[in-house]
């Protein structure tokens, strides 16, 4: 029970009603800080630090007895207080460096040092009934005009006793009246729902019905000696048990890209878990010391920073391999999951591996969260030559080798050891989600869509919420024209996974239907990613709103100069009437592509559309064949595409425009 909760149960007797220290009163009965009257905005964790404070002037208070009155039967970090201390000096003006209210014990706690006189006379306080309320029922004193409180900024010695007049009591007997009948109403409304509740509860008993799964996010983990030379096992174990944890459907877990900016950092569990939009989050910590390692975890409630689980799990380096089976097993245990058969069966320990290679691949790992993919190259080839067996250092290799085609020139030989490596996964294990997702995606980009929808279905048919997999389904629908489809896989990708948006994802669907307003809607509120950036300019283009189209294409193109970004640029060149210079940037980019064997498809149709906008009827022709014949056969859109209008007269057109269609309906037989 925090503080201000016992001192809410004792307020019968004669504790304080104010505190009144300097220029401020702290009204215990409002739960409001006022100053000369007027509300100084706080929030409730921060008005409860403040109160135990000034209830224990005078005394130091230490970290953990200030962590436990205020955060009781929860996990939080150190710096939860330490923000709870700043943000009271901010509101009392104080100063750290020259205190007047609250002094730094250091490394030890806080004191409260100001005078404070308090006042234990009961006195009727100002009516609340209609003023802002927080979830937990305190005031919000954001909302609150200052005049409720006015009155507390008195000693209680010099206050009168003060009768409404007539009117005042006319009024008050009505407002009186309101409220009765409003709490009747809202009475008879919780009557409703409560017998709305027992019977849903006789008709679905407890582990029946569709119960929404829980969302997870597993964070990485923090390395408590902070030896740079251990620090990969962080993210690396972390994404091993979020990659177990792929395979339960009762949960969602978020990707670990959604994770990977938590490397060593503080972390603010509520922040945290509403920024993931998790319910549940796991924070732990490790300790390599020579050949032991122990891993501490905690399983927090996010928005009650409760604990649903907690433990140690000590093991010799050369198990690592062990780390990702205990602490899902944990997990499991501790969320009360219910497992299928099949599940069950997946989550079972690993294959074992050889540790030298285990290592290798959870550096391998670490490296490719950071974008580093030649280094990760090596790390993951150097896992496979100690150890050919283990599929999930094969399926990471060929996302590496993928990653390094499409952002570091590596070009077609890339693409071919990646699908080398892929196959050489699912040979090992036929049903590795990763190597299945990551092939499917491989093939839709190097022009093999017919090849991607049979793995991808497959996925679904182990994990039928695996955001991932919707989203690449969507991705290789898109690329067939079944467009009204590939919207629905995205939006279901969103649904199970929020983040999918939030991190960049883009629903081009909706601009080839030509729905573009919803297009902008569907893109993420505050993105500044260059790649983002693009689509938005590229939303407003079609919607000809040149202005706001040329300013993001120019952002985007300062922000990360790239395929997409110089299209965009050679687009903006064309609303500045510079045709010239946006040629120039299109010959480049298609040179590079050619030399390289890099850009997909769908890349290079928007080149096509460039070029037709600019003027170069016969490059725009030229771009698009090889679009089509390259994978990219969206019939729908490729037939009313408005920045093809340039060129859709053209007899080639007819012929690139059959192409596609003959393919697209194939396509829709086969799978629809």
């Known amino acids: 029970m925090s503080a201000v909760n016992q001192f809410r149960q004792t307020l019968q007797g004669h504790d304080p009603i104010c505190y009144q220290f300097g220029p401020f009163v702290l009204d215990t009965l409002q739960h409001a800080l006022l100053k000369k009257g007027k509300t100084v905005p706080l929030t409730p964790k921060t008005y409860d630090t403040l109160l135990v404070l000034v209830q224990n002037c005078g005394r130091m208070l230490s970290k953990e007895e200030l962590m436990h009155m205020l955060w009781p039967d929860s996990f939080v970090e150190e710096s939860n207080l330490t923000q709870q201390v700043s943000m009271i000096r901010r509101a009392l003006g104080d100063s750290a460096g020259d205190p007047r209210y609250v002094v730094t014990v250091p490394s030890r706690g806080y004191r409260f040092i100001a005078e404070v006189k308090h006042f234990t006379e009961e006195r009727p306080g100002p009516n609340l009934d209609s003023v802002p309320r927080t979830s937990d029922g305190d005031?919000?004193?954001?909302?609150?005009?200052?005049?409720?409180?006015?009155?507390?900024?008195?000693?209680?010695?010099?206050?009168?006793?003060?009768?409404?007049?007539?009117?005042?009591?006319?009024?008050?007997?009505?407002?009186?009246?309101?409220?009765?009948?409003?709490?009747?109403?809202?009475?008879?409304?919780?009557?409703?729902?409560?017998?709305?509740?027992?019977?849903?509860?006789?008709?679905?008993?407890?582990?029946?019905?569709?119960?929404?799964?829980?969302?997870?996010?597993?964070?990485?983990?923090?390395?408590?000696?902070?030896?740079?030379?251990?620090?990969?096992?962080?993210?690396?174990?972390?994404?091993?048990?979020?990659?177990?944890?792929?395979?339960?459907?009762?949960?969602?877990?978020?990707?670990?890209?959604?994770?990977?900016?938590?490397?060593?950092?503080?972390?603010?569990?509520?922040?945290?878990?509403?920024?993931?939009?998790?319910?549940?989050?796991?924070?732990?910590?490790?300790?390599?010391?020579?050949?032991?390692?122990?891993?501490?975890?905690?399983?927090?409630?996010?928005?009650?920073?409760?604990?649903?689980?907690?433990?140690?799990?000590?093991?010799?380096?050369?198990?690592?391999?062990?780390?990702?089976d205990n602490v899902a097993e944990r997990i499991i245990k501790d969320l009360e999951l219910n497992l299928s058969p099949s599940e069950a069966e997946r989550i079972k320990p690993d294959t074992p591996v050889s540790p030298l290679a285990y290592e290798y691949y959870l550096r391998g790992i670490d490296l490719h969260g950071q974008h580093k993919f030649p280094l990760a190259i090596k790390m993951l080839e150097k896992s496979t030559e100690i150890d050919p067996n283990y599929a999930s250092a094969w399926a990471y290799l060929g996302a590496s080798y993928t990653s390094d085609a499409a952002f570091e020139f590596g070009g077609r030989e890339q693409y071919r050891r990646a699908q080398a490596a892929y196959e050489r996964a699912l040979a090992l294990e036929p049903a590795l989600l990763e190597a299945q997702i990551f092939l499917a995606n491989l093939f839709v980009d190097t022009g093999k869509v017919e090849q991607a929808v049979p793995l991808l279905r497959d996925a679904l048919k182990t994990s039928p919420n695996n955001a991932d997999i919707h989203w690449e389904l969507g991705y290789a629908y898109r690329f067939a024209g079944m467009l009204n489809e590939s919207a629905a896989e995205c939006e279901r990708a969103r649904q199970i996974e929020p983040l999918v948006k939030a991190n960049g994802s883009v629903l081009n669907a909706y601009l080839y239907l030509g729905e573009y307003d919803k297009f902008l809607s569907s893109l993420p509120e505050v993105d500044d990613s260059a790649f983002v950036l693009f689509y938005r300019g590229f939303g407003e283009y079609h919607l000809k709103n040149w202005d706001r189209a040329a300013k993001d294409f120019d952002r985007a193109f300062d922000l990360e100069p790239y395929l997409y970004t110089e299209i965009g640029k050679a687009l903006g060149n064309s609303i500045a009437h510079r045709n010239g210079d946006g040629l120039a940037i299109l010959h480049a980019a298609e040179n590079k592509i050619h030399e390289r064997g890099v850009g997909d498809p769908e890349a290079m149709y928007k080149i096509a559309e460039a070029y037709s906008v600019l003027g170069d009827k016969a490059a725009a022709l030229q771009v698009l064949r090889s679009s089509v014949e390259g994978g990219f056969f969206s019939y729908p859109y490729l037939a009313s595409d408005p920045l093809l209008d340039t060129v859709s007269k053209e007899p080639e057109f007819a012929d690139i425009l059959n192409i596609a269609r003959r393919r697209h309906e194939a396509f829709r037989v086969r799978f629809f």
């Open 139 to 324: 005031v919000d004193t954001l909302d609150v005009p200052s005049a409720c409180f006015a009155d507390c900024a008195m000693p209680v010695e010099s206050r009168g006793s003060l009768q409404p007049a007539p009117r005042q009591a006319e009024k008050q007997r009505v407002r009186q009246r309101v409220i009765l009948k409003a709490v009747i109403a809202g009475l008879l409304i919780l009557a409703a729902l409560t017998i709305a509740k027992l019977v849903y509860q006789l008709r679905f008993p407890a582990g029946q019905g569709q119960a929404r799964p829980r969302s997870l996010a597993i964070l990485p983990l923090r390395n408590l000696r902070q030896n740079p030379d251990d620090d990969f096992l962080g993210f690396s174990l972390a994404d091993a048990v979020i990659t177990k944890l792929g395979y339960v459907s009762s949960v969602t877990t978020r990707p670990s890209a959604a994770v990977e900016k938590y490397r060593n950092q503080v972390i603010d569990i509520q922040k945290v878990a509403t920024d993931l939009n998790v319910d549940t989050l796991l924070i732990a910590t490790f300790v390599r010391d020579g050949d032991d390692l122990r891993i501490t975890y905690q399983l927090v409630e996010g928005k009650t920073d409760k604990i649903l689980g907690r433990g140690t799990i000590d093991l010799k380096y050369d198990k690592l391999l062990r780390v990702q």
